[in-house]
């Protein structure tokens, strides 16, 4: 079993509709997580992180932690289709002294007008 | 700009003809590492440095080299490339602060393919 996990998709929305992902881990040493936006053809680029279990609001994005579950997750509210994009999930617990992220393998999100 | 460069963005090569991928920062960051990006598998660290001359093996290092001899520049080097190679390649680096998460910054990506 990876140590996260994350459905593929695609994911296909119309404008307008709230979006869910989600992902699962298995490693309770986990204690930052972190979602990355990547544009096709692009790197990714963080969009937001939390640190343990809890809720984050950044404009349209939530991201939601709950550590009891293994189970992260974020919402994009009133989506569009500069949304679009591979939303991967990464987490990251203390190892050497330093918080290295391990990545799911991503969601394509498609938001059609 | 703070930004993560790499070259070539785009190489098609032959089996067995070494290459290197170069990656050079500027935010003066000390940990820098490489990834490998295939459909279905995600992001896979092929191998990481937590500053200059130490390296590290990450999840997928086998027929990857690598050299970290200056902070701010990190080649990826394919000794003899094969196939199963071909895959978009990403150089990231964060800074290493005493606490909590720093942000990582990749690279715009090279897409390599080896015939």
């Known amino acids: 079993q990876k140590e996260v996990e994350q459905d593929p998709g695609p994911l296909s929305v119309p404008e307008g509709a709230i979006v869910s992902l989600n992902c699962t881990y298995s490693?309770?040493?986990?204690?930052?997580f972190m979602w990355y936006r990547q544009y096709s053809r692009k790197g990714p680029e963080l969009l937001m992180y939390t640190y343990s279990s809890g809720n984050k609001e950044d404009g349209r994005f939530t991201a939601q932690v709950d550590k009891s579950s293994k189970y992260i997750s974020l919402f994009i509210r009133d989506s569009q289709p500069s949304d679009s994009a591979t939303y991967l999930c990464?987490?990251?617990?203390?190892?050497?002294?330093?918080?290295?992220?391990?990545f799911g393998r991503g969601t394509s999100l498609i938001v059609h007008p | 700009e703070a930004q993560v460069t790499q070259n070539p963005r785009y190489l098609i090569t032959v089996t067995g003809k070494k290459l290197t991928v170069t990656c050079s920062q500027n935010m003066n960051h000390e940990y820098m590492s490489w990834y490998r990006q295939d459909p279905g598998l995600g992001l896979r660290q092929i191998y990481y440095?937590?500053?200059?001359?130490?390296?590290d093996k990450g999840d997928v290092p086998e027929g990857y080299k690598v050299s970290r001899k200056e902070k701010r520049n990190f080649p990826l080097i394919l000794e003899s490339p094969s196939p199963n190679q071909t895959s978009l390649y990403f150089c990231?680096?964060?800074?290493?602060?005493?606490?909590?998460?720093?942000?990582?910054?990749f690279g715009p990506g090279t897409r390599l393919t080896v015939l």
């Open positions: 490693n309770s040493a986990f204690q930052y």
């Open positions: 990231a680096s964060r800074d290493t602060g005493t606490s909590g998460y720093n942000e990582q910054f």
């Open positions: 990464a987490m990251a617990g203390l190892s050497g002294g330093s918080y290295i992220p391990t």
């Open positions: 440095s937590m500053n200059v001359e130490v390296t």
